[in-house]
Every structure is written in C-alpha cells, then in structure tokens.
Nanobody, 124 residues
Framework: QVQLVESGGGLVQAGGSLGLSCAASGHPVSSYAMGWLRQAHGKQREFEAAINWNDGSTYYADSVKGRFTISRDNANNTVYLRMNNPKAEDTTHYYC?????????????????WGQGAQVTVTT
C-alpha cells in the first residue's frame, strides 16, 4: 500500500505561481510513476503531469506543457507540481497519484493509489 498526502494549493492569481506537494509513504515508490491529475466538476479525472520515479523522466499533457513542472525529492519521498503562469481554466481539484506501471502514466485508470486532492483556484 502507498499513502499519498497532498499539501499546497489554494488561491493564485493568473500569471503567478503556485506549488503542490505530495508526500508518499508505505511501500517504496522508486519503481512507480507519480502523477498529477485534475478533475473539474462533472468531468472525469484527467492526466496532467507524471514522473518516472526511477529515472526522472517527465511527461505532460498539452494543456500544461511549458507552464507546469513536475519533480521529485528522493530523500523526502515527495513529488511536486510547480504551476507557473496559471490560467483561469486551471481552476479545479488536483490529485496526486501513484502507478505501479510507468507505461500507464497517461491513463486515469492506470493509477493505483490516490491522494485526497487539493483545490486550486486561479483568480483573474
């Protein structure tokens, strides 16, 4: 079992910057993919960014590419999402997730463990 605890989020002005953190505990995640997905009201959860914990490879959805950055801290078992230049359409609930299969990073159904979620609201 992997436990994921998110922190960060909140209000951010459009064009500003905001960070999310996700601390992993329990089973080691060194061979996992860690992802950030988001879910707008009434919609399915969608992949936004992922990182291969083993080699640090990163993957992004087109909607956030060039603006968001995912990273990891091996010593603290924590994955981060830095949101630069957020837009109003980035306002939603963000979830940290872990997948045992790196190749499934882009699939909502490919994730096995989830954090509790964090709300991000971009003001204009």
């Amino acid at each position: 079992q992997v436990q994921l605890v998110e922190s960060g989020g909140g209000l951010v002005q459009a064009g500003g910057s905001l960070g999310l953190s996700c601390a992993a505990s329990g089973h080691p995640v060194s061979s996992y993919a860690m992802g950030w997905l988001r879910q707008a009201h009434g919609k399915q959860r969608e992949f936004e960014a992922a990182i291969n914990w083993n080699d640090g490879s990163t993957y992004y959805a087109d909607s956030v590419k060039g603006r968001f950055t995912i990273s990891r801290d091996n010593a603290n078992n924590t994955v981060y999402l830095r949101m630069n230049n957020p837009k109003a359409e980035d306002t939603t609930h963000y979830y940290c997730a872990a997948s045992r299969w790196v190749r499934n990073y882009g699939l909502r159904s490919g994730y096995h463990y989830w954090g509790q979620g964090a709300q991000v609201t971009v003001t204009t």
